[in-house]
């Protein structure tokens, strides 16, 4: 109880200072029990974060600000893989944003999608004009990676074809954190400049 009365002390400073900065998203992970995964454990899930995101919505709305819901997966250990768990499918990510109103969008992350087999480009077509958020990142199926496009396998033409069909007009913003911690600083700013070639790219597409 301690620890989640902090997160959401925390959860409501980083709104306001969304809010304070202009930026018009914040994008907030919903709570993930353990025993969630697959197709067990939904319901609980769902009523804990109806209650997480409905305490927030009021502030979020006096600062100006939506609360961007990121698709999720979850670690079994029975297979030592990644697994579906609470809004992993577009469909549960809609059913959320139509209890809780349109102070919630859509945030899609792209390699959390491949983990999950829904893949980014079916998704993406799934959440239509809900879709205001991106992560882009690869991953080799197995672990998240948070690795730049184009290392591993997807398709990536087809990604950014739903974006064109479903009318994206947000940022393309890169998730791929993982690729600069492995460099030493000195080459810190090619990194960088590979990322955004990369998203360049992404784009011409």
Not at 7 to 14: A, N, P, V
Request: include cysteine.
């Amino acid at each position: 109880p301690e620890v989640d009365k902090l997160i959401r002390t925390r959860l409501l400073q980083s709104i306001d200072a969304a809010g304070l900065l202009g930026c018009p998203y914040v994008v907030i992970h919903p709570i993930i029990d353990p025993e969630c995964k697959y197709d067990r454990g939904h319901e609980k899930n769902l009523e804990r974060n109806l209650d997480l995101y409905r305490n927030l919505i009021p502030r979020a709305r006096k600062r100006g600000v939506a609360i961007g819901l990121e698709n999720m997966f979850a670690y079994d250990p029975e297979t030592d893989r990644r697994c579906p768990t609470v809004c992993s499918t577009a469909r549960e990510m809609n059913e959320y944003m139509d209890l809780l109103g349109d102070t919630c969008v859509a945030c899609l992350d792209t390699g959390h999608a491949v983990l999950t087999h829904d893949g980014p480009a079916a998704m993406a077509r799934a959440l239509g004009k809900r879709l205001k958020l991106l992560h882009v990142h690869g991953n080799d199926g197995r672990t998240d990676l948070h690795q730049p496009p184009f290392l591993h396998e997807a398709d990536w033409p087809d990604f950014m074809a739903a974006l064109r069909e479903i009318g994206y007009d947000g940022a393309l913003s890169l998730e791929a954190d993982s690729f600069l911690y492995h460099l030493p600083n000195e080459l810190l700013p090619q990194g960088l400049a590979f990322l955004r070639a990369t998203a360049a790219h992404l784009a011409t597409l």
